[in-house]
């Protein structure tokens, strides 16, 4: 049984909705966010990144970061550019990317179904990224970045969003810089509310499809409230934390793909033939780069050139997390061949999501900052989705996701 609950959205006001609207901190470093910043007042990095109204040179974990954080977060609520709803409410988020639509639905979900499961994880966390957020969550007292979570098929559910859309007018509708669409509604009906709560009793599991270092913090910092105060009801706000909902079926996974430094000392004919006794590997005559249609197929490009391997069939495997195709690539090139052992630490190898193109690829390469790169097929939802259930995880960097929820339209305020 998955709970879902509404709650009194910190939000913009209409107006400055597009203005405060900002990617997640976590997809570019602080020079990158000093620059988005620029000539935008009200970003809602000013927040989320709050370094980038300090020196260039201070460390973004000083205490003197979180406190601009909630400096600026408090100035933009003086100002009346975010606003706090007097009523619990659900709300829908809408994002549309190239003419494709998914919507979820933002509400708060509960650090109890975290731990016991029911929400599930696919991926590690590292213990330096969760004390970032768990310092900001704290220091903020709120949920200021959304978990993404996806749901198997809840007819029930899906019948009020639809309905709800259709027939009620947005309070935010805008396109973003990046050409990507965000539409809100504020469902603020408790006949609907409370027949969208039921049917969300009926969803077994929720799954992390992005944002395992925010959900992470977010309970951390509930187990501390809840230490702080032993009587505590388990209805506090600290309970629970923001997330944004989607059904699996309308989510989309990009490609992850990789970037290697060098060879490994070998020479192109060498490693062609290394990496041959467990791909089957031919040059890529159509037109572009090679895009991987089907799963164990990958593309290579060495020396200014496209390749397309397939795995061959004795080191496929139906377990959930060996068969993945980031998986193979690991254990049956990377390691062995380019003695990359853990992708995650190794600075020879780098990861590239799909929404940059398969030309940043080359372009790395043609470079000379890379020597070879591999796209990859996208992992699929199922894919995730089982993994999960067998409480197991994924390789690093094994999904990207897009579009990116934005920071900001929704703030969840942990209370007293």
Request: aromatic content about 10%.
């Amino acid at each position: 049984m998955a709970t879902i609950r509404p709650f009194m959205a910190i939000r913009p006001a209409e107006a400055y909705a597009k203005d405060v609207a900002a990617l997640p901190y976590d997809v570019m470093n602080s020079e990158e966010a000093r620059e988005m910043v620029q000539g935008k007042p009200w970003s809602f990095l000013h927040v989320d990144k709050a370094e980038v109204d300090l020196p260039k040179d201070i460390d973004v974990y000083s205490p003197a970061v979180y406190a601009k954080a909630k400096e600026n977060l408090e100035n933009m609520i003086h100002n009346g550019i975010l606003g706090q709803d007097l009523l619990p409410n659900l709300y829908l988020y809408r994002m549309t990317m190239n003419g494709r639509s998914q919507t979820g639905l933002v509400c708060c979900t509960s650090v109890d179904e975290y731990i016991n499961g029911t929400i599930k994880k696919h991926e590690l966390t590292r213990a330096d990224k969760e004390a970032d957020r768990i310092r900001h969550v704290d220091t903020l007292n709120a949920n200021t970045g959304p978990i993404f979570l996806a749901y198997k098929e809840n007819k029930d559910a899906k019948a009020i969003i639809d309905g709800w859309t259709a027939a009620i007018k947005p309070v935010y509708d805008f396109v973003a810089e990046d050409g990507i669409g965000h539409t809100v509604w504020v469902i603020d009906s408790d006949t609907e509310i409370g027949m969208l709560v039921e049917s969300f009793k009926q969803v077994k599991n929720l799954y992390i499809a992005d944002g395992h270092h925010r959900n992470a913090s977010a309970v951390k910092v509930a187990l501390k409230r809840r230490e702080a105060k032993p009587d505590y009801t388990g209805e506090e706000e600290f309970n629970y934390y923001l997330s944004v909902l989607f059904a699996a079926e309308d989510l989309y996974i990009m490609d992850y793909n990789r970037v290697v430094k060098d060879l490994n000392g070998y020479n192109t004919e060498e490693f062609m033939q290394e990496i041959g006794k467990k791909f089957d590997i031919a040059p890529y005559t159509g037109e572009g780069p090679y895009h991987p249609e089907a799963l164990h197929t990958f593309g290579l490009y060495l020396d200014g050139k496209w390749f397309k391997m397939t795995a061959k069939e004795e080191i496929i495997t139906d377990d959930p997390v060996l068969g993945l195709d980031v998986s193979i690539l690991q254990k049956e090139l990377l390691e062995p061949v380019l003695a990359i052992g853990d992708p995650r630490t190794d600075k020879r190898i780098d990861f590239v999501g799909g929404i940059r193109g398969l030309g940043e690829l080359e372009r790395r390469v043609d470079s000379g900052e890379m020597r070879l790169a591999f796209s990859m097929f996208p992992t699929s939802m199922e894919e995730l989705m089982d993994v999960a259930d067998e409480d197991m995880t994924m390789p690093p960097k094994s999904t990207w996701f897009e579009p990116k929820l934005r920071s900001g339209l929704f703030i969840h305020d942990l209370g007293e």
